[in-house]
T-cell receptor, first 111, second 112 residues
Framework: ELKVEQNPLFLSMQEGKNYTIYCNYS?????LYWYRQDPGKSLESLFV?????AVKQEGRLMASLDTKARLSTLHITAAVHDLSATYFC???????????FGKGTRLHILP | GAGVSQSPSNKVTEKGKDVELRCDPI?????LYWYRQSLGQGLEFLIY????????KSGLPSDRFSAERTGGSVSTLTIQRTQQEDSAVYLC??????????FGSGTRLTVV
């Protein structure tokens, strides 16, 4: 059974700092997704990572995928308050195409 | 429409009543998912439809929950004899393989 673990689950950081959110998963997969959720809102797709070594960047966010280590990272550079949200990673099981979500990382950026 | 549409956006129901939640996916998307999100929690997988294949119902929490997808498009999630623990936001997502999943705005269900 595919399990997806994120850490940390909660992160409070100051503006201007860098930090990384980690997403580990338990079985083989070639597809990993990062989503952002603002309070009371639905999920917004950030990145789709489809192969080992994939790296994607959008503004201050950069996501990478290491399928051998079953690890993805979401790196935040010089954080700004607008990035405060909950970030979810989700993994698509190669076996049955069902996507399983991590518990989410609640990011709070202090001005 | 351009996105995944869910209705109603909010539903308050009395314990023991049945409810139906609707999801209208993006046209042409073959896969459709239902998830449940309790307050401050992650997403719990409920059910998955892919094309004409039999749905994966492995996440449905009890036999009070059922879902169908008519004509490969619109899906309805039905909860019978609702309980207070069913209160949550129910999210629907659709996808067309490898391009990620687009989520609807969700239905907030409150059972009183």
């Amino acid at each position: 059974e595919l399990k997806v673990e994120q850490n940390p689950l909660f992160l409070s950081m100051q503006e201007g700092k860098n930090y990384t959110i980690y997403c580990n998963y338990s079985t083989t997969s070639d597809r990993l997704y990062w989503y952002r959720q603002d309070p009371g809102k639905s999920l917004e797709s950030l990145f789709v990572l489809l192969s080992n070594g994939a790296v994607k960047q959008e503004g201050r966010l950069m996501a990478s995928l290491d399928t051998k280590a079953r690890l993805s990272t979401l790196h935040i550079t010089a954080a700004v308050h607008d990035l405060s949200a909950t970030y979810f990673c989700a993994v698509d099981s190669n076996r049955d195409d069902k996507i399983i979500f991590g518990k989410g990382t609640r990011l709070h950026i202090l001005p | 429409g351009a996105g995944v549409s869910q209705s109603p956006s909010n539903k308050v129901t009395e314990k023991g009543k049945d409810v139906e939640l609707r999801c209208d996916p993006i046209s042409g998307h073959t896969a459709l998912y239902w998830y449940r999100q309790s307050l401050g929690q992650g997403l719990e997988f409920l059910i998955y439809f892919q094309g004409n294949s039999a749905p994966d119902k492995s996440g449905l929490p009890s036999d009070r929950f059922s879902a169908e997808r008519t004509g490969g498009s619109v899906s309805t999630l039905t909860i019978q004899r609702t309980q207070q623990e069913d209160s949550a936001v129910y999210l629907c997502a659709s996808s067309f393989r490898l391009y990620g999943y687009t989520f609807g705005s969700g239905t907030r269900l409150t059972v009183v």
